[in-house]
């Protein structure tokens, strides 16, 4: 069965980054675009932006724009998204989520990475 | 910007009543992509509805989703035990994933 499967919790420092994977199984990797949400205590889900498996070519949010890096690693279907600069209000559980092209929605999502930001 | 406006904010029903969720966009969308999720406490979303109205595999027939250009519903239409949660909408529009601020459904 479709699987994702992310890395476990995060404790940040200010101004660090945190680097998070979601390993993917049960179908072929390059199929699926990947998509990095966000949702901080009690509040929305965020979406932060985009990766096509195939090529690796990534859209972020303008907001995140410098701020977040979306990478994948084909030998393994593994997917990573490094956010930089990390401030408290980084501190969230982040989502990876699968998109078949041109489908506009996620049929799919890893359990979730516990961003925690404190000094 | 497009925002989704999701209401109500909590939906208070017991077993067995019928549910209806509104989703509502600033701007006149597309319905092949709205979609609808279901979040239960420290879980991930789960797709319900997309394409505004076809269920996503496995989701029981008690949910169905409708509308167009500016409002969409998500009707349940029995609430059982499970169902107990909250539920977003989700819309692409203008190269960006946009989500309403959800609807909790809680037992009354």
């Known amino acids: 069965q479709v699987q994702l499967v992310q890395s476990g919790a995060e404790v940040m420092e200010p101004g660090a980054s945190v680097k998070i994977s979601c390993k993917a199984s049960?179908?072929?990797?390059?199929?699926?675009?990947i998509h990095w949400v966000r949702q901080a205590p009690g509040h929305v889900l965020e979406w932060l932006g985009y990766m096509r498996s195939s090529s690796g070519s990534a859209r972020n949010v303008e907001k995140f724009q410098g701020r977040v890096t979306m990478t994948r690693d084909t030998s393994t279907g593994t997917a990573y998204m490094e956010l930089t600069g990390l401030t408290s209000e980084d501190a969230a559980v982040y989502y990876c989520?699968?998109?078949?092209?041109?489908?506009?929605?996620?049929?799919?999502w890893g359990q979730g990475t516990l961003v925690s930001v404190s000094s | 910007e497009i925002v989704l406006t999701q209401s109500p904010g909590t939906l208070s029903l017991s077993l067995g009543e019928r549910a209806t969720l509104s989703c509502r966009a600033s701007q006149s969308l597309g319905s092949t992509s709205l979609a609808w999720y279901q979040q239960k406490p420290g879980q991930a979303p789960r797709l319900l509805i997309y394409g505004a109205s076809s269920r996503a595999t496995g989701i029981p027939d008690r949910f169905s989703g409708s509308g167009s250009g500016t409002d969409f519903t998500l009707t349940i239409s029995r609430v059982e035990p499970e169902d107990f949660a909250v539920y977003y909408c989700q819309q692409y529009a203008g190269s960006q994933y946009i989500f309403g601020q959800g609807t909790k459904l809680q037992i009354k």
């Open positions: 989520a699968r998109e078949k092209p041109e489908g506009y929605n996620f049929d799919s």
């Open positions: 049960g179908y072929t990797f390059a199929d699926y675009y």
